[in-house]
């Protein structure tokens, strides 16, 4: 779909308006949002999936997700990597309940968004935070196997009362070879990207996550090349 030379932890926000940096994000926003217009559904999910572990890959999730609020897009940013979640603190948000609650919950509610969802400094962007998550592993793959679907289907339903506008859901996904989580998660979003870092990521290891994102059902719908 397009390169995109970026830094570790580096946000939009931190650039000028005529950046390469800022430029590059910005159209890789419009590109995505051409494909949602073709959807009819005005609540759109999207994630970004990573071959294997890399320093850099929430940052790409994250400036969608900038990028998407600057165009008056109404966004929120879900932290579902529960093993090393991180998105909380570049936003300077205080820890508090997250997807870890919701997936937990017997019944969600509107409250439990109202409770659960952080408003940041971004206009137009909130993030669900990953929550208290002090369990195992296998417990995590689990717990988002059994409820991510349905956090995601309220969380679109949320929108569709609270929004009159279309708006944006960004999953922000673990690697692809650290556990089942990230094909868990490609399953149930309308599109997928798979990230390939250049001078990173080998040819196997893309390979790979392409059969695991088929073997998913995933609609993927590009590949997007990072320059870190």
Known sequence: MGTIAHEQVALLTDYDTTSPYTIAY??????IRFDWDQ??????????????EYSSR??????????????????????ADLHTPGLQKRFGIQEQQGLSELL?????????????LSKTFIPNLSLLSAGSTPYRPLEISRLLAAGLPNVIEELRQYLATNESRPSLIILHSPPMSRSAD???ISSIVD?????????QTKRT????????????HAKSVGVIILDV
């Open 26 to 31: 910005q159209n890789l926003f419009t590109n």
């Open 39 to 52: 959807d009819k559904r005005k609540q759109h999910i999207i994630t970004f999936v990573t071959p294997a």
């Open 58 to 79: 929430a940052t790409t999730a994250t400036n969608v997700a900038i990028a998407a609020a600057q165009n008056d897009v109404p966004t929120v940013l879900v932290d």
């Open 104 to 116: 937990r919950e017997d019944e969600i509610t509107p409250q439990s968004f109202t409770q659960s």
């Open 182 to 184: 990230a094909s868990v």
């Open 191 to 199: 599109q997928t990207f798979l990230l390939v870092i250049i001078g």
């Open 205 to 216: 290891q893309a390979l790979k996550a392409q059969k695991q994102l088929e073997r998913a």
